[in-house]
């Protein structure tokens, strides 16, 4: 890699010359229902850098949106899906067996959440993990209603995106989308919906609006199959609930018999400092999705549920292509690559460090509101004025490109939040360097307005 002093290094201001020529490529045949953050053009990547085409380096701080946790080609990932590659690729394990998916499976229950005897089904995405999660609520309990949380983001495909409530943008025009789907509140303590400014409050408020205005008056709770949520909301801005929010919903959903299905697709294997982001809280659900790091860049879903819940009949649910042997060597890996190199730990720990310092500035800047998150699942809302609290959604975007040219791969979430998930090995001189660039563009955006 050469001198490490000189990274990010920006030779030419991007997107260079061959960058351009492919962005222009890219526009004729690629469906513009994709929307980049940037036109940052990777050639290659390698451990917590991207390089582009055009010979910039930069430091990675969103993973391939919170997808390489143990970095880019880490060596034992690639050598475990070398040895696979060399035995078998393919056989569709929905109509036959391997070992693959089996020690996958195995390892996945080992690290569940809760104590609970667990069962794994295997897709390729985190949409199809959801759908499956959905499918299997409704399977279960027999009953149609799921209840799921404003600004929740848990995929595109028709059930998952009937679920979403990130965005507009992402529904609009494919109604009618799935029936019995009920959206409430989430308890976003610094935008709290409720308008109080107490976060324990706010979660007890959010319980009391599902069960009083919706259990109580609509939605007949026998006829609830389950409550989707993400521990971490993601695309909605890094938003964390109080603590006493799972808590509460747990006892809820336990009155009524609900399922509870944990979305840890952004926020599980090891993103917070613990395997999954519900562990913070103490609370087991009885469904756990998972995906994006699972696979480190290889394609793969999992539903992970208690054995009685995974009670379907064979046939009622199957994927071609789901627990793929190669995706399920990388995986394997990429959990033992976490507990080798104690990655859970050193995650919570830097985690908290970064956290300290960007809360430092947020004292000192008129724009940062906000610095909330766990582990290596950090968000910085920005704000136009701390009183009224309205998002900074130009500047978080021009605060967002500017750091990106500077040479540091960043990108946002919801609104106006500078969202930062670095690869949960990133040497501390890159992360460090990184936030310097990051503070930097707040405070050059900053004294422009």
Not at 344 to 353: F, I, K, M, Q, Y
Not at 409 to 417: M, N
Request: hydrophobic residues 40%; charged residues 25%.
């Amino acid at each position: 890699m050469g001198d490490r002093t000189e990274i990010p290094k920006i030779i030419v201001t991007p997107p260079g010359p061959k960058a351009k020529e492919i962005l222009e490529r890219d526009k004729e045949v690629i469906s513009p229902s994709y929307v980049r953050f940037y036109p940052l053009v990777v050639d290659r990547a390698e451990g917590s850098l991207v390089h582009d085409v055009d010979g910039n380096i930069y430091i990675d701080l969103n993973s391939g949106l919170a997808v390489m946790n143990v970095g880019h080609k880490h060596p034992k990932v690639m050598e475990a899906a070398k040895r696979q590659m060399e035995k078998l690729v393919h056989y569709s394990n929905t109509d036959f067996f391997y070992e693959p998916s089996v020690k996958l499976a195995e390892k996945l229950v080992e690290i569940a959440p809760g104590s609970s005897k667990r069962r794994v089904y295997f897709g390729n995405s985190g949409a199809e993990a959801v759908e499956a999660a959905l499918k299997l609520s409704r399977w279960h309990t027999r009953r149609q209603y799921i209840i799921a949380f404003i600004g929740a983001f848990h995929g595109r495909t028709y059930g998952a995106v009937s679920l979403t409530a990130s965005k507009p943008v992402q529904r609009r025009y494919f109604s009618p989308l799935l029936p019995s789907i009920i959206h409430v509140p989430y308890p976003y303590a610094y935008r709290c919906p409720f308008g109080t400014k107490d976060p324990e409050e706010c979660a007890q408020r959010t319980i009391e609006f599902i069960e009083e205005w919706v259990l109580s008056k609509y939605t007949p709770p026998e006829e609830v199959a389950a409550i989707f949520f993400e521990p971490i909301q993601g695309e909605g801005g890094y938003i964390v609930p109080p603590d006493n929010f799972f808590l509460e919903l747990r006892k809820l959903a336990d009155r009524y018999g609900i399922l509870l299905v944990d979305d840890e697709v952004q926020a599980g294997m090891g993103r917070t400092g613990k395997w999954w982001a519900i562990e913070h809280w103490g609370v087991e659900p009885d469904i756990v999705t998972s995906a994006k790091a699972l696979g480190s860049g290889f394609p793969i879903g999992a539903a992970i549920a208690k054995d009685e819940v995974m009670d379907w009949e064979g046939g009622s649910h199957a994927s071609t292509f789901g627990g793929n042997p190669v995706s399920c060597a990388a995986g394997l890996a990429s959990i033992s690559v976490i507990e080798e190199e104690k990655l859970l730990d050193r995650a919570s720990r830097l985690g908290n460090e970064v956290i300290k310092r960007l809360k430092e500035l947020q004292e000192r800047s008129r724009i940062v509101g906000d610095v909330r998150g766990k582990g290596f699942m950090i968000g910085v809302e920005l704000v136009k004025d701390k009183a009224t609290k309205k998002p900074a959604e130009k500047e978080a975007r021009e605060v967002m490109i500017r750091t990106w040219r500077s040479g540091v791969a960043v990108i946002t979430a919801g609104k106006s939040v500078i969202r930062i998930a670095p690869p949960l090995n990133i040497p501390e001189e890159y992360l460090n360097r990184a936030l310097s660039i990051l503070e930097e563009k707040v405070r050059e955006v900053e004294s422009e307005l």
